[in-house]
């Protein structure tokens, strides 16, 4: 008999399931999700993956709403993995994140028993890439909060990642300030800016128009185009805003950028 392979189980409890009635938990365990043949699918797993078996059962339960079976199967899956390897516990979440976590189980992740290393990362990344902002700072305020060794960063390429996702208009209720503040907070973390960095976010002129300052040292030239494009998806994400200037401010220079 053939065997299930993870990101196999994985898309099946995505496809199967319609999303709508996903924060419903009367519908847990109905024969339209085929839940019995999925169960069966990971329990055929579990022997010879156990560590990755009980995490796709966990993800079962996120969309069940079976909170207390979601903490049991985590618990046995932390006890299984090595919780201090980026590659641990989360490893199927983000494509789950993306859909959309019961309220429940999103407290469950949010607490501070499960913000390691894998699940912090991987679910901070895919909460930015679903719009769910408030996740996103949820997840790296625990990593600073539980002090771990490998602190998750957004690099440049998830800034980029930022920008293709303000730019589709996905994070329009956003808050400018504590975005942009957490993108290159964390590119300092990594290196990625040496020096500090000021900002004053979205005055408004008067006008309704929307004025992002951003003070920056010498020397970060080279990231000014993807800090501008990014500033500038920021802005046009808030829809409300007739008219959008962005000013990069150097030592002795100021560059301005203007968005209609």
């Known amino acids: 008999m053939s065997l299930a392979q993870p990101v196999t189980i994985i898309n ?7 999303l ?24 055929k797993l579990k022997k010879v993956d156990a560590f990755s078996g009980w995490q796709l059962q966990a993800a079962l339960q996120v969309f069940t709403g079976d909170i207390e079976e979601f903490r049991r199967c985590m618990d ?12 641990s516990i989360g ?54 909060e539980i002090q771990l060794q490998y602190k998750p960063a957004i690099d440049v390429n998830i800034l980029q990642k930022m920008v293709a996702v303000l730019q589709a208009g996905r994070l329009n209720d956003i808050d400018i300030g504590a975005l942009l ?7 300092k973390k990594k290196s990625l800016l040496s020096s500090d960095i000021c900002f004053d976010f979205v005055e408004d002129d008067g006008d309704g128009n929307l004025v992002i300052h951003i003070g920056l040292a010498a020397g970060l030239e080279s990231l000014l185009e993807l800090q501008c ?4 998806a920021v ?14 401010e150097f030592p002795g220079k100021i560059r301005e ?4």
């Open 20 to 43: 709508e009635s996903s924060r419903d938990a009367s519908i847990r365990k109905s024969n339209d999700f085929n839940y019995r043949k999925l169960l069966s699918d990971i329990n």
């Open 181 to 187: 503040d957490l993108a290159f907070a964390q590119l």
């Open 235 to 248: 802005a046009m994400g808030r829809k409300n805003y007739p008219r959008v200037h962005v000013l990069f």
């Open 91 to 144: 490893i199927y979440f983000p494509t789950l994140v993306q859909l959309g976590l019961s309220s429940e189980c999103q407290a469950e992740l949010k607490s501070k028993d499960w913000p390691r290393l894998g699940m912090v990362s991987q679910v901070g990344e895919a909460a930015l890439m679903s719009g769910s902002l408030h996740l996103l700072l949820e997840m790296y305020a625990q990593a600073d």
């Open 229 to 232: 494009d990014f500033a500038l």
């Open 76 to 87: 046995i899956a932390r006890g299984l993995g090595d919780i201090y390897s980026k590659q």
């Open 12 to 18: 099946e409890i995505v496809d199967g399931f319609n």
């Open 257 to 260: 950028m203007a968005c209609q």
